[in-house]
């Protein structure tokens, strides 16, 4: 059983910094790809940043220049730090994995977290 777990919402004034963790755990051998999705309310899932096994990285133009996106070795744990804070960043952030590959040999294509809250005030 592959399980994703995030840390690190909050609220935070305009212009703050956030830091959201989220780690996979579950017998793993390979990630392909981790992400951020976030969900403000009555809004749709939006991608907000992902990297590949290789380090290979992409953004939502919304966040580029404030967000970062990295992985921990041994590669099961994606972090965002989110830098200048904006009410707009509002919302529920899930963590997203791609085709994680376990001991077991089964491949789930994909997986979520069951998110974390980030309210920016203004």
């Known amino acids: 059983q592959v399980q994703l777990v995030e840390s690190g919402g909050g609220l935070v004034q305009a212009g703050g910094t956030l830091r959201l963790s989220c780690v996979a755990s579950g017998s793993i051998t390979s990630i392909n790809a981790m992400g951020w999705y976030r969900q403000a309310p009555g809004k749709q899932r939006e991608m907000v940043a992902g990297?590949?096994?290789?380090?290979?990285?992409v953004y939502a133009d919304s966040v580029k220049g404030r967000f970062t996106i990295s992985r921990e070795n041994p590669g099961n744990t994606v972090v965002l730090q989110m830098n200048s804070l904006k009410p707009e960043d509002t919302g529920t952030y899930y963590c997203n994995a791609v085709r994680v590959v376990t001991t077991s040999g089964y491949n789930h294509l994909e997986v979520w977290g069951q998110g974390t809250l980030v309210t920016v005030s203004s």
């Open positions: 990297i590949t096994s290789g380090g290979s990285t």
